[in-house]
């Protein structure tokens, strides 16, 4: 191995490390890390840069300003109540009504813009109920990754994968990956419940004091509504169409983003960007500069190539290889990166007489994007609502999350290789 390579497993490992000992903001600990990857010459400036997911960036910040203005609408309290109602004000059943909720949603919208459109939800039934939110939005968390497995518009690696691969379609991956991401859905809520017990109590009177609230009166500004959510269908409808109209999902949020400052006023536009969670986008801008070193020195690919080599092209083998690298690699590293180096490993498996590509594909969008459930920083998603959870004095820590995330990810790895085996390998 070079010495460049060592260098940047080596810089990986310490700021890893440093994270997750959470003794500095992880904002700042993966920022000094890129900068260091760059300062000592083991990715230059410009391709570090390359590797900064901007498609990525401006989802969060579009979304980020669309949420922060409708929030001003009192929409979110609005659907709290509604949701609590139904609920009859019952901690449990919200947390499955709103598990539920996000998984769907997130099947169909990105992950990313689902939570940010569920935390102010979550914030405001909690705070009603005076319960702990951490167990609701740790679920919340898993469910948006679950959910987001099952479509190509779900999860980023299901979207590389489509562009990849021609002959896969949108009703392919909703055929062959639906089904699972469900039977992962309906393992996890009644495990989230039994997990959370004790925390998913309260009183009588604040369920009776639930009930009595009328919603109608929490929404303060209709005019403003009506703009936010002709805009948020407009942006939505864009990320459907997004591939037709050969628009990134970055272009779509930030045209819905600003068009609504646009139709709001410039009133609105600071107090919007105020509400962008600039810590979590420069996590990101530090952490995509930090993998790129492990990128450009060849370590990712190395590793690739290997594990690929170790199969000996038996499809069964390779497709729980691949399966339970893309799980684990996933939750530890950003999954975009890993999963740009797998598709051309796996097409050259191709080149090299494997003639059942499928099962590999599969096991690489199962692997990449429920992975994404192990640690705090394995999804975007799971960053999106740390971040904003700390941000109303409810930090949810790398380790606090990790004792329910990382089992429950190996458990849906394993009903993932079931399936896998079943339904493609006898």
Known sequence: MEQQAIWAIGIFLVIYAVIISEKIHRTIVAMIGGIVMVAFGIVGQEAAIEHIDFNTLGLLIGMMIIVGVTAETGLFKYIAVIAAK?????PVRILIALSAITALASAFLDNVTTVLLMVPVTFSITRQLRVDPIPFLIAQIMS????????????PPNIMIGSAVDELSFMDFI?????VAAIIMAVHIPIFVFLFRKSLRTTEELKRTIMELDEKELLTDLKLLRTCLTVLTLTILGFFAHQALHLESATVALAGGFLLLLLTGEHMMEEALTKVEWTTIFFFVGLFVLVSGLVETGVISQLAAQAIEWTGGDVTAASML???LSAIASAFLDNIPFVATMIPMIQEMGNMGVSNLEPLWWSLALGACLGGNGTLIGASANLIVSGLSGKEGY??????????????????????????YLRYLV
Not at 86 to 90: D, H, I, L, V
Not at 144 to 155: E, F, P, Q, Y
Not at 395 to 415: D, Q
């Open 144 to 155: 948006s990754n679950i959910g987001g497995t099952a479509t190509l518009i779900g999860d």
């Open 322 to 324: 691949i399966l339970w």
């Open 86 to 90: 139904k609920a009859k004000g019952e």
């Open 395 to 420: 930090p949810i820590t790398f380790l606090k999350y990790s004792i329910y995330g990382f089992p429950l990810m190996i458990l849906s790895i394993v009903i993932s290789s079931v399936y896998i």
């Open 175 to 179: 055929v062959n990956l639906a089904p």
